[in-house]
């Protein structure tokens, strides 16, 4: 098997808000005001008033996400500039302090930097300093693991200007977190499998002294999984069930973290087209995205108790593979009728959420690149929520907008309940026809979490990015750890 690059940041470190600017690469933003920051006041002088010039020469950039490199005038301080334009005030905000970190370190990655100085901290909160942390590493990671030439070369050195040392330990840690779910859904399927996740997840485990049971074919058919054993059958990797538990709330019930890891969905026998089968490895994003979560929970030491939950299985074709018609009695007892294999993931959950319900979990978030109707409902960027508590979903929509990580909540009307009845079965696995799938979709999830309190999280869209933008790479995104990161450390929930 071919090992793709390690995961590697710059060697990061702080300094003061008047320290020198000595550096390969000075990035400084500018407000389409024409008001210079310290930093850029302090290079302006330096400079023989060179940024004034350009500025009553109109040559500064001005929209928020517009850069301009320069080499600043010989003698002191940095050899080059990045301006970085941070547009109107009111689009100063802590999704900005990410966006704008992540795009400055890309722009710089076609060579190698020794040092590179990052002085956004002057236009953002203290607050929200963090979060130019965390977009600085996010940008240094992309989906080019297994090329010679790393696409985005790494500096030697950043240092962080006015920066507190908290909030560069902080954002380290939220930065490398989404970069390890971004990572794992970047890894080809022949290398990221049911039992290779678990290992992963086993490492981290061990990094982050969290408690770890990880259930083989055996345990799971022990448990009666056999809506995660039907999944897997098709493969010849078999199926695995992850539960990673992180003790820091005392006796309080955990939160319960729930993730969808079908490590490459071909469709099964209702097989997918290439087209859409092309990018199937990022169908364990949203475990991925438990193991980001909590390891972030862990190296920041909340006060919380958190359990996180993977389901994973490799929806495959083969003599053993699980069929249309087939009668599946879950591990709740529930009877689910398959009418399309590829629709999968649900099936997978239906066991995850049930050996979730068995932590007595106060609240249940899952996460699941669950359905291409919610891709067509919301669009690429934005995650579907669905949820049987509107004071839990309006918590994390209201983390998640803070977070600048869009987010929109469906409907579940009890109308929906009847789209997936199934006339052999309790429930089926396809609604009706394709009309608002991704809820019947979560309506067939809702029969496995009793009455907790419970959200569903589709990240089809936004888990993967197709093409690269200039603030991220292609590939796994790392969507919604930020959000629950905060939501987690915020949240005071509607059950105890
Ligand atoms: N993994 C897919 C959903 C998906 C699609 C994720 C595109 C990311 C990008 C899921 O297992 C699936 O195939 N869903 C089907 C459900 C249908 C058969 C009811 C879909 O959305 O077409
Ligand atoms: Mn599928
Ligand atoms: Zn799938």
């Known amino acids: 098997m071919p090992e793709s690059r390690p995961l590697l940041i710059p060697r990061l470190a702080t300094t003061a808000a008047d320290a020198t600017t000595d550096c390969d690469v000075l990035v400084v933003g500018i407000a389409d005001d024409g008001d210079f920051c310290p930093s850029l006041q302090q290079i302006d002088a330096e400079g023989d008033a ?65 040092s590179v100085v990052i002085a956004l901290s002057e236009l953002f909160d203290p607050a929200d300093h963090d979060a130019i942390v965390a977009g600085a590493i996010f940008g240094c990671e992309g989906t080019g693991i297994y090329q ?27 930065g490398e977190s989404i970069n390890l779910t971004r990572r794992l859904v970047n890894e080809p399927p022949a290398v990221l499998y049911p039992e290779s996740f678990a290992e992963q997840a086993r490492g981290i485990a061990n990094e982050c002294g ?6 083989d074919e055996e345990k799971l058919a022990g448990e009666q999984c056999r809506s995660i054993l039907a999944v897997g059958s098709g493969s010849d990797k078999p199926p695995r069930l992850v539960i990673l538990r992180y003790n ?8 319960a973290l729930v993730g969808k890891g079908v490590t490459f969905d071909s ?86 959420l049930d050996v979730t319900l068995q932590q007595q979990p106060q609240v249940i978030v899952d996460l699941a690149t669950l359905t291409g109707a919610c891709m067509v409902a919301l669009g690429k960027e934005v995650a579907g929520l669905m949820t049987n508590n509107q004071t839990l979903c309006d918590a994390v929509q209201a983390a998640a907008m803070h977070e600048g990580e869009p987010v929109w909540q469906l409907p579940m009307f009890k109308l929906y309940d009847e789209k997936v009845k199934s006339k052999v079965a309790d429930i089926k696995n396809v609604g009706e026809a394709r009309w608002g799938g991704a809820i019947t979709a979560a309506k067939f999830l809702e029969n496995f979490v009793a009455d907790t309190p419970w959200l569903h999280i589709d990240i089809a869209g936004p888990a993967f990015a197709e093409s690269p933008e200039p603030q991220r790479d292609a590939g796994g995104t790392g969507v919604m750890v930020r959000s629950l990161v905060r939501w987690i450390e915020s949240a005071s929930f509607p059950a105890g």
């Open 148 to 174: 010679a030439e790393p696409a985005i070369k790494l500096a030697k050195s950043v240092v962080f200007r006015g920066i507190e040392p908290a909030a560069l330990d902080r954002g380290r840690t939220i």
């Open 267 to 352: 469709g099964g026998l209702s097989l997918k087209p290439s087209e859409s089968m092309a990018d199937m490895k990022c169908d364990m994003a949203g475990a991925a995205t438990v193991l980001g979560v909590i390891r972030a929970i862990a190296r920041l030491g909340v006060q919380r108790n958190v359990v996180g939950v993977c389901g994973l299985a490799e929806n495959m074709v083969s003599g053993k593979s699980y069929k249309l018609g087939d009668v599946i009695e879950t591990r709740s007892g529930k009877t689910i009728e398959i009418l399309n294999t590829d629709a999968e993931g649900r099936v997978v959950l239906a066991d995850t």
């Open 50 to 114: 060179w940024i004034t010039r350009l500025v009553q020469h109109g040559k500064t950039p001005k929209k928020y996400g517009e850069m301009l490199l320069l080499g600043a005038p010989a003698g002191v301080g940095p050899i080059m500039v990045l301006l970085v334009g941070s547009g109107a005030p009111d689009q100063i905000d802590r999704q900005h302090a990410f966006d704008s970190a992540s795009r400055a370190i890309r722009k710089l990655g076609d060579r190698v930097h020794d």
């Open 210 to 215: 969290l408690e770890i049971e990880i259930w």
């Open 248 to 255: 820091g709330g005392g006796d309080e019930k955990p939160i």
